[in-house]
């Protein structure tokens, strides 16, 4: 019997998520339908109801909704609780687990696809989000020098930086502190995790972030050279990723969550990457 899936967002149309789990059924001989689903604003919980009453076995989640899956799972992964947000959900009766795998996804893309190890690098993240949120504690777990936050607003930045300092099992130092805090500081990886680039406009970094041999990281995909890009490449940055790989990691992790295989991605992100240029 096939297994059915779903990617559930308002709006929905744009997603990749079923061409990518799709792709994945194929290379690992899973019987399984996934498809789109448009739920109205305030109808999260009754669209998942609908979709389990009719023998779904799970969901990827995304925006708005990323909260209510928050309240509408009963057993939370710790990533899924650091991160305040679900991006999938697994179905087992009356049970809903839910995970977030975003931060997974971003670090086995940087340290398997990227070559690039965190191990004792110094590590800046553009904004204090749900996507840093997200993405801490995977960061954290591979045991960078330092990790440095920077957001618009102070205060939400340390807040930021002392929920990881309470949630991480490494002692890896974690701040907060505003752009204008940067200062001549350099570092070796600069994650931009702001919607800056959503609507083509720069975080107030300057050039001096970038460390000689950075990796500059724009969480956002197929935008091709986005400011922020172009900042480190102005900077002398030759290591310049997207967040195209980080979408088809978190994607494999998912499809292994519920399939007990974990496909192989490089098909999946050479089929979606856009040219950095």
Same mark, same amino acid.
């Given at each position: 019997m096939t297994d059915r899936y779903a990617v559930i967002g308002n709006p929905i149309e744009q997603s990749k998520s079923p061409l990518i789990h799709t792709a994945f059924a194929q290379v690992t001989g899973q019987d399984i339908e996934y498809t789109k689903l448009l739920a109205p604003l305030g109808g999260f919980a009754q669209a998942v109801d609908a979709f389990r009453a009719a023998g779904g076995r799970g969901m990827n989640v995304t925006a708005p909704f990323k909260l209510d899956a928050c309240a509408y799972a009963t057993d939370l992964a710790p990533?899924?609780?650091?991160?305040?947000?679900?991006?999938?959900?697994?179905?087992?009766?009356?049970?809903?687990?839910?995970?977030?795998?975003?931060?997974?996804?971003?670090?086995?893309?940087?340290?398997?696809?990227?070559?690039?190890?965190?191990?004792?690098?110094?590590?800046?993240?553009?904004?204090?989000?749900?996507?840093?949120?997200?993405?801490?504690?995977?960061?954290?777990?591979?045991?960078?020098?330092?990790?440095?936050?920077?957001?618009?607003?102070?205060?939400?930045? #340390?807040?930021?930086?002392?929920?990881?300092?309470?949630?991480?099992?490494?002692?890896?130092?974690?701040?907060?502190?505003?752009?204008?805090?940067?200062g001549t500081q350099s570092?070796?990886?600069?994650?931009?995790?702001?919607?800056?680039?959503?609507?083509?406009?720069?975080?107030?970094?300057?050039?001096?972030?970038?460390? #000689?041999?950075?990796?500059?990281?724009?969480?956002?995909?197929?935008?091709?050279?986005?400011?922020?890009?172009?900042?480190?490449?102005?900077?002398?940055?030759?290591?310049?990723?997207d967040g195209v790989g980080m979408l088809a990691e978190q994607a494999a992790e998912a499809f292994a969550w519920w399939r007990g295989v974990r496909p192989d991605t490089q098909g999946v992100i050479q089929q979606l990457t856009v040219p950095l240029v």
């Open positions: 990533s899924a609780q650091m991160a305040g947000a679900v991006n999938a959900m697994k179905f087992d009766g009356d049970k809903v687990y839910a995970e977030n795998f975003d931060g997974v996804g971003l670090v086995r893309d940087v340290v398997t696809n990227l070559g690039c190890s965190l191990r004792g690098r110094r590590v800046l993240i553009l904004g204090a989000g749900g996507a840093t949120r997200g993405a801490l504690l995977p960061i954290l777990a591979q045991a960078p020098a330092e990790v440095l936050i920077v957001n618009r607003t102070l205060a939400k930045a #340390q807040a930021l930086a002392e929920l990881a300092r309470q949630h991480q099992t490494d002692a890896v130092p974690v701040r907060g502190a505003g752009y204008a805090d940067l570092f070796d990886l600069v994650f931009n995790a702001t919607s800056a680039s959503l609507s083509a406009e720069l975080p107030p970094v300057p050039v001096s972030v970038f460390a #000689q041999g950075a990796l500059a990281y724009e969480l956002a995909y197929g935008k091709g050279l986005t400011p922020f890009l172009k900042l480190a490449q102005q900077a002398g940055v030759t290591h310049l990723a």
